[in-house]
Nanobody
Framework: QPQLVESGGGLVQPGGSLRLSCAAS????????IGWFRQAPGKGREGVSC????????KYADSVKGRFTISRDNAKNTVYLQMNSLKPEDTAVYYC????????????????????WGQGTQVTVSS
């Protein structure tokens, strides 16, 4: 059964870094745009970043531009989210999800455009 599994979350101090991983099982990510999303307590799920199937196209929410970097290693069937200069407002459960879009640029980080959601990984930024 196609599945995405997130890992790499944890507790970090403000200004610190974390790298999240999104690993696929049961299907290959080669033809999928992958998006990262987050949901803070009491808030809706918001798009953070996406990367095209080839890795040549990326998109970021304004709130994370310049601090977060998305990348992928199709040989490992894994997508990463490097998060630097973390702030308390980055605290949330982070999810990855897939959108079948072979050869297309990444233009959307709207949650309704994605499926195959993972179970999420908690990121807490606090001193």
């Amino acid at each position: 059964q196609p599945q995405l599994v997130e890992s790499g979350g944890g507790l970090v101090q403000p200004g610190g870094s974390l790298r999240l991983s999104c690993a696929a099982s049961g299907f290959t990510l080669d033809y999928y745009t992958i998006g990262w999303f987050r949901q803070a307590p009491g808030k809706g799920r918001e798009g953070v970043s996406c990367i095209s199937s080839s890795g040549g196209s990326t998109k970021y929410a304004d709130s994370v531009k310049g601090r977060f970097t998305i990348s992928r290693d199709n040989a490992k069937n894994t997508v990463y989210l490097q998060m630097n200069s973390l702030k308390p407002e980055d605290t949330a459960v982070y999810y990855c999800a897939a959108r079948f879009a072979p050869g297309r640029v990444c233009i959307s980080i709207g949650r309704l455009d994605y499926g195959n959601w993972g179970q999420g990984t908690q990121v807490t930024v606090s001193s």
